[in-house]
Structure formats: C-alpha cells, structure tokens
T-cell receptor, first 112, second 116 residues
Framework: DGGITQSPKYLFRKEGQNVTLSCEQN?????MYWYRQDPGQGLRLIYY???????QKGDIAEGYSVSREKKESFPLTVTSAQKNPTAFYLC???????????FGPGTRLTVL | QQQVKQSPQSLIVQKGGISIINCAYE??????FPWYQQFPGKGPALLIA?????SEKKEGRFTISFNKSAKQFSLHIMDSQPGDSATYFC???????????????FGTGTRLTVIP
C-alpha cells in the first residue's frame, strides 16, 4: 500500500519543548516538502528537499529544522524558537522536484 | 505578500448547481496551476491541473478555465454534489526556479458547501 504517512495525527507539547513530526513515503519520490496550514492563510512552505542529504528553506523556516538522511524519510522538528507553533502540518512528496506534489494526511500540533 | 489570490472565501451552492472558484496571480513565470481538494482533518488531494498552453481542461465534472492574458484561472464544478463539500485550494508554480524546485504558492482556500 503506497503513500505518504505522517505520525502522529495529533500532537500536544508544552511551551519550550522541541517536538519532531514524522513523514515517510514509499513512493520512491526524490523530493519532499513540509507545509504549515493555518486557518485563512492557505499552505505555506517551511522546508523542502530535492534529494537525500540536501534541503532548502522555504518561506517560513524560522524555528524549524529538518533532516533528509534517507530517501523515504523527512522529519520536521519544531523547536522552542518557533513563536506560534500551533498549526496543521502537512508533508508532501513528488517524483522529481518539478513534478506534482502529493500530500500526507497531516499532523495537528497543539502547544499547551 | 500573497502570490495567488483566491475568491470567494466561502461558497454555498444547491445540489445540481455550478460551483465557481476564481484565482489570480501576478508572476508571469508561473506555468503550472493545480487545484487541490481538502476534506476536514485530511491532507489536500490533487484534483486537476493545467499548464498555460491550453485555455481549458476538463475531467469529469471538474473544469479549469485559464486566461493567460488576464492572469486568472478558475475551477468549475458542474452538477455539484453534497460529497463535493470541502475546501478547495488553487496553486501556482514555476516549473523550475534557480534551485530547480517546484515550489507551490497556494491561494487561501474556498470552503464549498453543497446543500442537498
């Protein structure tokens, strides 16, 4: 069963704590992306990776970090430096960087 | 600065009616325009996409109309059904920028409600 999986579906954290969101794909896609979705603002790009061991900042990278040690995995860490981390986080992937992006089911992060 | 402007923010349509969602952009380098459909608590799913070499693309009840000179494109949902109730996002991208990435710029979304 191919696709993009994100875990956990819901995540709660206390202020000041770092938290890591998982994104895995078994589609053999080269490129992977992280977006943040807030009500009324659409999706905004946090980080993207075109290939293993490479990643680039998107429009709102401050307070976030990523790694791409394996082709199928692109975890996102929300650090304590992110001022307003409560949001719906979406991971996406595409076969090549210029191809259509397909999205995972998302992780809803709530900071208490 | 919103690269892609989408309207309306919300839309209510009777079952069987036509739903129309509009998007506009400024960057003439954009050459790929997808529409995504998102149900509550789920990730967006690609619905239909168009490139600027054609003015219209139809897939089933869904049609994209593209006006290159006006820098506008729209989604038309014919014979709208209650199951179409979702949030719809338009997006735009350049096929390849300096880094070679297909960075998508999204509209702010339209919440469609189809009344039975």
């Amino acid at each position: 069963d191919g696709g993009i999986t994100q875990s956990p579906k819901y995540l709660f954290r206390k202020e000041g704590q770092n938290v890591t969101l998982s994104c895995e794909q078994n589609l053999n896609h080269d490129a992977m992306y992280w977006y943040r979705q807030d009500p009324g603002q659409g999706l905004r790009l946090i980080y993207y990776s075109q290939i293993v061991n490479d990643f680039q900042k998107g429009d709102i990278a401050e307070g976030y970090s990523v790694s791409r040690e394996k082709k199928e995995s692109f975890p996102l860490t929300v650090t304590s430096a992110q001022k307003n981390p409560t949001a719906f986080y979406l991971c996406a992937s595409s076969l090549q960087p210029t191809d259509t992006q397909y999205f995972g089911p998302g992780t809803r992060l709530t900071v208490l | 600065q919103q690269q892609v402007k989408q309207s309306p923010q919300s839309l209510i349509v009777q079952k069987g009616g036509i739903s129309i969602i509009n998007c506009a952009y400024e960057n003439t380098a954009f050459d790929y325009f997808p529409w995504y459909q998102q149900f509550p608590g789920k990730g967006p799913a690609l619905l239909i996409a168009i490139r600027p070499d054609v003015s219209e693309k139809k897939e089933g009840r869904f049609t994209i109309s593209f006006n290159k000179s006006a820098k506008q494109f729209s989604l038309h949902i014919m014979d709208s059904q209650p199951g179409d109730s979702a949030t719809y996002f338009c997006a735009a991208s350049k096929n390849r920028d300096q880094t070679g990435a297909n960075n998508l710029f999204f509209g702010t979304g339209t919440r469609l409600t189809v009344i039975p």
